[in-house]
């Protein structure tokens, strides 16, 4: 469980003194902003399609498209709370795993669909937090998972199976997110963001060596 993936964010050379800090978060925001607008767009497309079917369609087909609006709306809605566990440092806190892996799950749930998750464990333990850090960490993996498959609300096909693994040392614990689907892509902004959350816990994040999915290792 020691192997690690070394990932490097592109630094774009604008001869101005950035902060690092704003440099290593820009691919995060521009991923966030990017897919945000994305959403929007579809938004605006279901409403304008509603409005165009309402006086000729009957209720199922209304139906259809309210559906896919309520869906964009949550994949918006955890997109906002991707962005609040960035802007929120908090105070450091001891908090009960489950309860962060439950709101991890919350988080999530919009790309997760039919995603089946297992939490593997001894026992119940504390784990060290800042404001929502851990639960945002945990639930851009989650989701980078899912979407490396191309399962999630609408699939139609064995729903995909992701189990974590946790380990703890007496001086570390190690979280083990494995997938049955495809490697996911270390270029991603949700990698990027779970590898700057993580820092802000003394954390780091890797690619597991074998197979799908990510080592998470808090001291």
Do not use: C
Not at 58 to 86: C, H, K, S, Y
Not at 194 to 211: C, F, I, K, N, Q
């Amino acid at each position: 469980m020691t192997s690690e993936t070394q990932v490097a964010v592109a630094r774009h050379d604008s001869g101005i003194e950035v902060e690092p800090e704003l440099l290593r978060a820009a691919p995060v925001w521009d991923g966030i902003l990017g897919e945000f607008r994305n959403h929007l767009t579809a938004l605006l497309a279901v409403a304008s399609e509603i409005r165009a079917a309402a006086p000729l369609t009957g209720p199922g087909q209304i139906a259809g498209a309210l559906a896919e609006t309520e869906w964009n709306i949550q994949r918006l809605d955890a997109l906002v709370g991707f962005v609040d566990g960035v802007l929120r440092d908090g105070t450091p806190v001891i908090a009960d795993l489950d309860d962060v892996v439950e709101r991890a799950l919350r988080l999530a749930a919009p790309t997760l669909g039919r995603t089946s998750v297992s939490v593997h464990k001894e026992r119940r333990t504390g784990v060290s937090n800042r404001g929502s850090a851990l639960e945002s960490l945990l639930a851009a993996l989650l989701v980078e998972l899912v979407r490396a498959e191309g399962k999630g609300v609408s699939a139609g096909e064995r729903p995909l199976q992701i189990e974590i693994h946790v380990e703890v040392t007496r001086s570390t614990m190690f979280l083990s997110i494995e997938s049955d689907g495809r490697r996911p892509s270390v270029e991603s902004w949700r990698f990027a963001l779970a590898s700057d959350l993580a820092s802000r816990l003394g954390a780091t994040v890797a690619t597991l060596p074998d197979g799908a999915g990510y080592l998470v290792r808090l001291t």
